[in-house]
Every structure is written in structure tokens, then in C-alpha cells.
Nanobody, 120 residues
Framework: QVQLAESGGGLVQAGGSLRLSCAAS????????MGWFRQAPGKEREYVAR????????YYGDSVKGRFTISRDSAKNTVYLQMNSLKPEDTAVYYC?????????????WGQGTQVTVSS
């Protein structure tokens, strides 16, 4: 069972940057893809970005495109989310998740989340 642990959240002013990390533990870690999601109070969980582990191909939600960058370090079993030009509406708990195979029913393993708060 993959265990995921996010870090790097915090309080930042609008226009600032943060870098989130998600470290995976387990005997072997070779997912099909890794993703970042977020959930703001009173709102549904929102897809942010994902990366195909083997190829490094990246995909983004419309609300973060051009501002956020997802990347991975295979040697460290870690995925990152670089967040620039942050806006108050980016405030949320951010979760990383892994999808084991292309045939998997979505993202099956989730971290506990890290809070990101953007002040205006």
C-alpha cells in the first residue's frame, strides 16, 4: 500500500509562491500517474494537475494553467507542485494522489493534505 505525505503548505500573500511536495513510501513505487487536487471550505474537491510518471507528461486544470507546475523526482519518489502568482481563490487543502495503472479506477491512494492559505 502506497503512503503519501504532503508538505510545504502555509500562508502566503497574493502574488506569492509556494512549493508543495508529496513523498511516497512503499516497497516499490511506480505509479501510472500522480495528481494534485484541492478542496476549499464548502466546495467540492477540484482537480489541479497530474503527471504521468514514466513520461513526465503534465496536465493542468484550467484554473491553474500557466501558474502552477507539476514535476516529479523518480529517484526520491516525490512529486512537486510549484505554485506561482497565487490568488486568494487558491486557498484550500491540497492533496496528492496516485493512480496505480491506466486501468485503475481513478486515484486510489491519497495523502492527508496540506493547507494553503493565500491572503489578499
Amino acid at each position: 500500500q502506497v503512503q503519501l505525505a504532503e508538505s510545504g503548505g502555509g500562508l502566503v500573500q497574493a502574488g506569492g509562491s509556494l512549493r508543495l511536495s508529496c513523498a511516497a513510501s512503499g516497497r516499490t513505487f511506480s505509479p501510472y500517474s500522480m495528481g494534485w487536487f484541492r478542496q476549499a471550505p464548502g466546495k467540492e474537491r477540484e482537480y489541479v494537475a497530474r503527471i504521468t510518471w514514466s513520461t513526465g507528461n503534465t496536465y493542468y486544470g484550467d484554473s491553474v494553467k500557466g501558474r502552477f507546475t507539476i514535476s516529479r523526482d523518480s529517484a526520491k519518489n516525490t512529486v512537486y507542485l510549484q505554485m506561482n502568482s497565487l490568488k486568494p481563490e487558491d486557498t484550500a487543502v491540497y492533496y496528492c494522489a496516485s493512480r496505480a495503472t491506466p486501468a485503475s479506477n481513478g486515484f486510489g491512494s491519497w495523502g492527508q493534505g496540506t493547507q494553503v492559505t493565500v491572503s489578499s
